[in-house]
């Protein structure tokens, strides 16, 4: 199993991004897939997930700015995040909670400037 993210970038407060995870080896339309943010010094937090069956979440500091989606021909998750804060600047991972402890990709730097 293998996840890549791209698409993390400099960007102005109020932007807009968009992340993507490709897989390799694993069915995104078949699993849940999640997407998290770790800034420096703080815990690795749970942004956004999706399941299976389209059911999406969000953390309480996302929702209404950042959308998950996914496109099943491509095997890739997408996380496109609007009206980007400072407070977002992070880098981000892709997730999908099988095996174990899981799998992860290398993540992808966002940082937002005031």
């Known amino acids: 199993v293998q996840l890549v993210e791209s698409g993390g970038g400099l960007v102005q407060a109020g932007g807009s991004l968009r992340l993507s995870c490709v897989a390799s080896g694993v069915f995104c339309s078949r699993n849940t897939m999640g997407w998290y943010r770790q800034a420096p010094g703080k815990q690795r937090e749970l942004v956004a997930g999706?399941?299976?069956?389209?059911?999406?979440n969000y953390a309480d500091s996302v929702k209404g700015r950042f959308v998950i989606s996914r496109d099943n021909a491509k095997n890739t998750v997408y996380l496109q995040m609007n009206s980007l804060e400072p407070e977002d600047t992070s880098v981000y991972y892709c997730n999908i909670p099988i095996g174990g402890s899981g799998y992860w990709g290398q993540g992808t730097q966002v940082t937002v400037s005031s």
């Open positions: 999706i399941t299976s069956g389209g059911i999406t």
